[in-house]
């Protein structure tokens, strides 16, 4: 979720990549959870779930650390 | 209503039960406070109410008693002063600044509390201290803080108490979207109470009318339950930790509005008895002020108000504290979103449109090729009657075809016959070339031969009793074909744009359309 402040457009408000991901959670949530509750494949569920995971901590790791530097 | 597959099903339902075993009771809790804390403000006025008072009115003469209370205050308690209505129409009016405090994200409310006579302005109680220790200690509202804080927080410290409200409200969200999903005839359920059948049947029928009933409600609730508790305890944090390296203040004032440029010269207040009439002639009753720099230059009104009649939301008016005037530039800004908003609107609409139209076309590729199926078995059992086997062909035609709905499936022509279902299930197909096959729940054939490769067929496979959902397969003879192709459910409609999918929730398993097609090839050969 605190991963989409950086990729979801601001928006003619400036805001949207603030309120979306807040307003959303619960559905970006359930989303997941469905997802990893009905594949079939634990395998597959537990890499893609992990895969996101791993790909919002690393684009916010990222961001973190290229504020840090500068 | 909604179309899954049988193990997709199995597993929503233990979902939906797990969700309700697990936190019903904490669930219930919150639901029921919840209820009652709406009615929060009547239950105040009814516990702690006020001799000879006209509740949630503005008294005239407000702005003289502001001017007495500020000089009894301490200058830096000017800072923010807040006003709104409280038990049995007591005006609470707090003078405060703000400390920033140890492990406290926002700096923490400081001031002098005074609780108001709503007709005389007499100072009915004065506290002074913490904003939070003043509320905790605050006798008239006691009860119905105490019933919203057990519906919010469970009375929990924070942020575990909005925690795991919130886990609540996802809870209720998964046993709400399983309880759709589940019910595939949610429609009659709503009417169904079989009162003369035995206890469980009744409490189960109860359970869906109850539930069904308030469906829309209960996702409403969940859902911005769940947002609500994660924003404040999780969220908003993690949000502000990202985007403005853990200050949120600053994100808070980023999603507010921006803070005007401070002006710490001393002015006089203007009158604000004259800014609560023109307010109340705009926009209503307000409902909550809130005035930043109290006798200062740069002092700022904002007065939110109650929803009018017909009205979805009420409005937020900003006055210049010191002039008295209405904040003309917030109001054009306000117009500028509108318009922005009604810029966004179109763009969504038109996205929208450009979204839906490859998946009204699926639909309708689907809708066709369902078509040609039906049409496909319909032929065959008139077939099979005319070539003297009406008692295959009267079944198949009166107790299945009829309801045969086929969610979806591959070309007719390439279609073969499955014939080995899965102990529990039972299925009836119908081929061309070979007979009409039906198979009892044990999966055993009742009747009909194994048919030929590159013949047209098609499933329904259900459970006894049941319904058939109707499934319709490309599906071919396992055993001589050697091949275990088929195309069962959902599947098909993918098989149909020939993409290669693996179906492991069924026992058959699809490559495409390109290897339903060799059984008929080897048929010919």
């Known amino acids: 979720m605190a991963g989409g402040v950086l990729w979801i457009p601001k928006g003619a408000a400036q805001i949207d990549n603030l309120v979306l991901p807040m307003v959303f959670f619960p559905a970006i949530w359930a989303i997941v959870f469905f997802y990893a509750c009905l594949d079939r494949n634990l395998l597959r569920a537990w890499a893609v779930t992990l895969g996101l995971l791993l790909v919002n901590a690393a684009t916010i790791a990222v961001h973190l650390n290229g504020a840090a530097s500068t | ?81 807040t006003m709104f209505a409280r038990a049995g129409g007591r005006l609470r009016v707090f003078f405060h600044h703000h400390i920033p405090v140890e492990g406290e994200a926002f700096p923490q409310e400081y001031g002098a509390k005074f609780d108001l006579h709503p007709e005389t302005l007499e100072v009915l109680d004065r506290k002074e201290g913490w904003g939070d220790d003043i509320d905790e200690v605050d006798a008239p509202n006691a009860l119905a803080d105490f019933l919203v804080h057990l519906h919010i927080s469970l009375h929990l410290p924070d942020p575990y108490g909005f925690f795991l409200t919130g886990v609540l409200g996802l809870a209720m969200l998964v046993a709400a979207v399983t309880g759709f999903v589940i019910h595939r005839h949610l429609l009659r359920e709503l009417f169904t109470l079989r009162k003369y059948r035995k206890g469980l049947l009744i409490r189960r029928d109860t359970h869906v009318i109850a539930a069904t009933w308030n469906l829309p409600f209960a996702f409403v609730l969940a859902f911005t339950g769940s947002y609500f508790s994660f924003t404040s305890s999780v969220g908003f944090p993690a949000l502000a930790m ?48 809130i005035v930043d720099h109290y006798a200062r230059a740069d002092a700022r009104v904002t007065i939110f108000t109650a929803a009018q009649e017909g009205a979805l939301y009420g409005r937020s008016l900003v006055y210049d504290g010191s002039s008295g005037a209405a904040d003309t530039g917030k109001t054009v800004s306000r117009h500028a979103a509108v318009d922005r908003q009604q810029a966004i609107v179109a763009d969504g609409a038109a996205a929208l449109r450009r979204l839906r139209r490859p998946f009204l076309q699926r639909r309708l590729v689907r809708a066709r090729i369902c078509e040609r199926v039906r049409d496909a078995v319909r032929n065959v059992v008139v077939d099979h009657a005319a070539r003297g086997d009406p008692r295959m062909a009267t079944h198949g035609a009166r107790s299945h075809l009829p309801r045969l709905r086929i969610a979806a499936c591959a ?115």
């Open chain 2, 242 to 289: 990202v985007a403005f390296s853990g200050d949120q203040v600053a994100m808070s004032e980023t999603l507010n509005g921006s803070v005007a440029p401070e002006n710490t010269a001393p002015a006089t207040p203007a009158d604000f008895d004259r800014i609560l009439a023109d307010a109340t002639t705009r926009a209503g009753a307000p409902n909550f002020i």
């Open chain 2, 411 to 525: 070309r007719a022509d390439h279609m073969g016959l499955f014939h080995r279902p899965r102990p529990g299930t039972c299925c009836t197909g119908a081929a061309d070339g070979g007979r009409i096959l039906h198979c009892n729940h044990r999966g055993r054939h009742r009747d009909g031969a194994p048919a030929r490769y590159g013949s047209i067929a098609a499933m329904v496979v259900g459970r006894p009793g049941h319904r058939i959902a109707g499934c319709a397969g490309a599906a071919v003879d396992r055993r001589r074909a050697g091949l275990g192709r088929g195309v069962v459910g959902r599947s098909a409609s993918r098989a149909v744009d020939g993409h290669g999918v693996r179906d492991r929730r069924r026992v058959l398993h699809l490559d495409g359309i390109a290897q339903s097609r060799r059984p008929a090839a080897r048929d010919g050969e």
């Open chain 2, 1 to 81: 209503m909604m179309e899954v597959s049988q193990q997709n099903a199995k597993t929503m339902l233990a979902i939906h039960g797990w969700s309700g075993i697990l936190l019903g009771a904490l669930l219930y809790l919150v639901i029921v406070t919840g209820v009652v804390a709406v009615f929060a403000e009547e239950i105040n006025d009814w516990a702690s109410p006020l001799q000879h008072s006209a509740p949630h009115e503005w008294p005239v003469g407000l702005d003289a008693k502001l001017r007495e209370l500020a000089s009894t205050v301490k200058p830096e308690y000017q800072e923010e002063l």
